[in-house]
């Protein structure tokens, strides 16, 4: 369900519905703590081109049909069952990692599997191929159960592209290779949370305002098994960021009870502007 507004900021009459989107926070514990996937967006792709973020995109139609083939689907609407296995699809397509197990089995699919199914990844991202065939034809069952809900956010009504996106965490299979699909991404990382953040000061990384803010959220818990209960505990706020015109300057507002270091923030000025940031 989409937020309404807070009090005082109206619907933009040209405001586009957002589109259904999923992402996952793939996390490990590394030598040095939790780390998380990360991807480099490609510099031709038209949302968050160039910025390191994590996996994850649009929602297609065919998520929506595959209950059958869902382990923890039973007690989920059309909505969270979609947005789940949106996630786990994009995750297999962008970065090969795939929470799923063999029909029947409770372990998910080793990687030594994933590696003969890594050909499908362009299929299914080409649409030569449907996620329901796919799941059929090797006998998969989507493991929904791995997924837990971490945020939500809805792209500012003043965006000309809009997503109402869930962010997920789960733990990457320890014998799965995640690697950037070369399409939507070009690059790939596993990186500790505060090192991601510290990239986004100096330069090195670009981060956009809601990546940030989950990462900084992520650098709270000190291993997956901390992550994973954190989201269990959190009530989950829609985040819809709104801006607000002040004495000092244009402000970006997200609600102060969605848990995160802030709840607003000073945008910088227009480049060429004359004013400060």
Known sequence: MIAAPPSGHSRMPS???PVPAATILMLRDGPEGLEVFMVVRHHQIDFASGALVFPGGKVDPGDAVVRDHCDGADDLDERDLAMRV????????ECGILLARPRGDTALVSGARLEALDAYRDKLHSGELSLADFLEQEQLTLALDTLTRFAHWITPEMMPKRFDTDFFVAAAPADHVALHDGHESVDSIWIRPDDALAGAVDGTYTVIFPTRLNIEMLAESKDVADAVAASVAR???SVLPV???REDGNYIVIPADAGYRISEEKMAAPAGSGKGA
Do not use: L, M
């Not at 949106?86 to 397509?93: H, M, N, P, S």
């Open 15 to 17: 405001s586009p519905e």
């Open 86 to 93: 949106g996630a786990i699809r994009e995750a297999f397509e």
């Open 235 to 237: 009530r989950i706020v």
């Open 243 to 245: 801006t607000e015109k």
